[in-house]
C-alpha cells in the first residue's frame, strides 16, 4: 500500500467521521444528557462495530453479510427501538436542578452503552458495504499484508474514534450552561429528538 493511497484513505476517513449519522447523533444526545463518560463508551461500541465492518470487508465477507440480510435487518430494529425508547424516557424526565451536571444520568453503565454503541453499528448495515466499496479503491485485497490492515484499522480507530469523541467532549461541556428546570427541560427534550432522529436514520437506512 502506497503512501499516497494510506493519506487519500485517511482523508477518506476523516470525511466520513466528520458528516454527522446515527452514531454521532446518538453519541452527542448520550453526552448532553448523562455526560462524557457514557457518550464515550457509547463512542468504544461504535468504534468496534466499524472495526467489525472492515474486518469483514477484508475478508471478502460483503456477500456474506448481503446474504445474512434477515439478521441484519432484525439487528437494525432492534437498534431503533433502543433509540426511541431512550428518547421517550428522556422526553419524560423530570428537571432537577438541584442535582449537580455529571451525576443525573440515565444509563451510565460502560458496558450497557458499549453494547447499545454495537448494536447500533451491527444494525447499520450500509457501513459494511460502504466499506467493501470503499476499500477496493485504495487496497490491494490480493497482497494485503496483515501489517497494512493493522495500519487501516489504527487510522480508522484513530479518526473515527477520535472525532467521535470530540463530539461527545463539546456535547457534554455543553451540558453546563443548563443550571435552571427550563433549560434542563429543554435539553432533555432536545436530546430526545435526536434520539428519535438517530431512530429515523438507522430504519430509513440513511
Do not use: C
Not at 463508551?41 to 467489525?52: I, K, R
Request: glycine share 10%.
Amino acid at each position: 500500500m502506497t503512501l499516497g493511497a494510506l493519506v487519500a484513505l485517511a482523508a477518506t476517513f476523516a470525511v466520513f467521521a466528520l458528516t454527522p449519522g446515527p452514531a454521532v447523533t446518538a453519541i452527542v444526545a448520550r453526552a448532553i444528557t448523562d455526560g462524557a463518560k457514557p457518550a464515550l463508551a457509547l463512542n468504544a461500541g461504535v468504534v468496534t462495530g466499524e472495526l467489525l465492518f472492515l474486518g469483514l470487508a477484508a475478508a471478502g465477507m460483503a456477500a456474506a453479510a448481503k446474504s445474512l440480510g434477515e439478521l441484519f435487518t432484525v439487528l437494525r430494529w432492534l437498534g431503533v427501538i433502543y433509540l426511541l425508547w431512550q428518547g421517550l424516557a428522556l422526553w419524560r424526565t423530570r428537571a432537577r436542578v438541584a442535582v449537580s451536571v455529571g451525576t443525573a444520568g440515565h444509563e451510565t453503565h460502560f458496558w450497557r452503552n458499549f453494547a447499545a454503541g454495537l448494536l447500533l453499528m451491527l444494525g447499520h448495515v450500509q457501513a459494511i458495504l460502504f466499506y467493501a466499496a470503499l476499500l477496493p479503491g485504495f487496497v490491494d485485497f490480493a497482497n494485503l499484508a496483515p501489517a497494512e490492515l493493522g495500519l487501516i484499522a489504527a487510522l480508522q480507530l484513530v479518526i473515527v474514534g477520535g472525532a467521535n469523541s470530540a463530539y461527545a467532549l463539546l456535547a457534554a461541556q455543553a451540558r453546563g450552561f443548563f443550571a435552571n428546570e427550563r433549560a434542563q427541560r429543554a435539553l432533555h427534550r432536545v436530546a430526545a429528538a435526536m434520539m428519535g432522529v438517530a431512530a429515523v436514520l438507522v430504519a430509513t437506512k440513511v
